[in-house]
């Protein structure tokens, strides 16, 4: 159980295109899931909080209109990066949070690797 | 805000051998999760361990929560434990993981 997916898992783009990532639970309902943005050979750094039915909450240095997010059921959160410029590319990684009493775990989807030419 | 620390930073192993990987993080916290990322970049959630000790087959991980860290044991280690291990503490009311910088574990035959 707990399972998430992300699509694309790899995605080349041009320079000024919008490229949209899909995060998804499979098994399991989120009000809560997460982006997070990964460098080479670096830790995760998160970028956004998305919750069903709100507008993200995005951290610190991280552009709203450049990185859209959409939460738009308890299954699916997209994150869309609009006017990818080279500066872009790199390691996106979603998570779902799993809420229960006392418990609040996040499981991770396998990543999307965006390269923008 | 918190801060997470882990160590080694990388950590060179024979295969069978045991390891000790360690989590300090500076304020009380809610909840901890280790996780290992492997080759491909996915994250395997390992342990959901805010205090205590568990256990997973070659796997245990202990968590002093007043004294802000946390271990995780590798016993009898193999190949496929190769990738980065990271612990991620969450601080409570912010839902928040503040990832540690990580170990890179490369186990040899």
């Known amino acids: 159980g707990a399972v998430v997916s992300q699509h694309p898992s790899r995605v080349i783009c041009k320079s000024g295109t919008s490229v949209k990532i899909e995060c998804r639970s499979l098994?399991?309902?989120?009000?809560?899931m997460f982006w997070y943005r990964q460098f080479p050979k670096k830790s995760l750094m998160l970028m956004a909080t998305?919750?069903?039915?709100?507008?993200?909450?995005?951290e610190q240095g991280v552009e709203k209109d450049k990185f859209l997010i959409n939460h738009a059921s308890l299954t699916l959160s997209t994150l869309t990066v609009t006017s990818a410029h080279p500066e872009d590319s790199s390691f996106y990684i979603c998570?779902?949070?799993?809420?229960?009493?006392?418990?609040?775990?996040?499981?991770f989807g396998p990543g999307t690797r965006l390269t923008v030419l | 805000g918190i801060q997470v620390e882990q160590s080694p930073p990388d950590l060179i192993l024979q295969e069978g051998a045991n390891s000790t990987l360690r989590c300090n993080f500076s304020d009380s916290v809610n909840n901890l999760q280790w996780f290992h990322q492997n080759p491909w970049g996915q994250l395997i959630n390992l342990f959901y361990i805010p205090s205590g000790t568990k256990q997973n087959g070659r796997l245990s991980a202990t968590t002093v929560a007043t004294e802000r860290y946390s271990l995780l044991y590798i016993s009898s280690s193999q190949t496929t434990d190769s990738g980065v291990y990271f612990c991620?503490?969450?601080?409570?009311?912010?839902?928040?993981?503040?990832f540690g910088a990580g170990t890179r574990l490369a186990v040899h035959p």
């Open positions: 991620a503490v969450e601080r409570g009311g912010y839902n928040k993981l503040i």
């Open positions: 098994d399991f309902q989120a009000t809560t």
């Open positions: 998305s919750n069903e039915g709100s507008k993200a909450t995005y």
């Open positions: 998570s779902a949070a799993l809420a229960g009493a006392r418990i609040y775990e996040q499981f």
